[in-house]
T-cell receptor, first 109, second 115 residues
């Protein structure tokens, strides 16, 4: 069974701060890595994905991948109250996606 | 360009009944996957359909079955419903042959409550 682990939180940060969300995965054969945001009562929406070691930036979001450590992170700069949601880490292994249970982020005004 | 569409959005069923959920994939996508998301958990893979056949399956009992139609749309059927089947059911579509590098796109989901 492929495991994807996330701290359930909640992670609380003040508005304007950097939020750091972390995820570890068990299978070294995993091919690509995804971050989804899920508001309460809604379906997950894709924030960004990464498949090469290093950093990938998209606006206020930066995904970081370290395959040797089997570690993925998401940084949210200038956090806004609208960023308050559950963030799901997903790992793709061939045609299947494995999800963590998510980290709940609270951004306080 | 329509995204992934699912129906119904909410439904309530009684234990022992059967339910059918429907999904139309994003335009240009031919692969449909179904996920179950229980409250407070991440989505769990149920199965995937491609070319009208079940290509992969997660750890779900045979009560969960599906179908894919020639237009790539799909159905998820659950028989003999249990209280524990109450969850958000998500359909996701993706293009085939992407060498594992593309993402999946979720529909808005179908909320199933079993009473």
């Amino acid at each position: 069974q492929k495991e994807v682990e996330q701290n359930s939180g909640p992670l609380s940060v003040p508005e304007g701060a950097i939020a750091s969300l972390n995820c570890t995965y068990s299978d070294r054969g995993s091919q690509s890595f995804f971050w989804y945001r899920q508001y309460s009562g809604k379906s997950p929406e894709l924030i960004m994905f990464i498949y090469s070691n290093g950093d990938k930036e998209d606006g206020r979001f930066t995904a970081q991948l370290n395959k040797a450590s089997q570690y993925v992170s998401l940084l949210i700069r200038d956090s806004q109250p609208s960023d308050s949601a559950t963030y799901l880490c997903a790992v793709r292994y061939f045609n299947k996606f494995y999800f963590g249970s998510g980290t709940k982020l609270n951004v306080k005004p | 360009d329509a995204g992934v569409t699912q129906s119904p959005t909410h439904l309530i069923k009684t234990r022992g009944q059967q339910v059918t959920l429907r999904c139309s994939p994003k335009s240009g996508h031919d692969t449909v996957s179904w996920y179950q998301q229980a409250l407070g958990q991440g989505p769990q893979f149920i199965f995937q359909y491609y070319e009208e056949e079940e290509r992969q399956r997660g750890n779900f009992p045979d009560r969960f079955s599906g179908h894919q139609f020639p237009n790539y749309s799909s159905e998820l059927n659950v028989n003999a419903l249990l209280l524990g089947d109450s969850a958000l059911y998500l359909c996701a579509s993706s293009p085939n042959g992407d060498r594992g590098l593309s993402t999946i796109y979720f529909g808005e989901g179908s909320w199933l409550t079993v009473v």
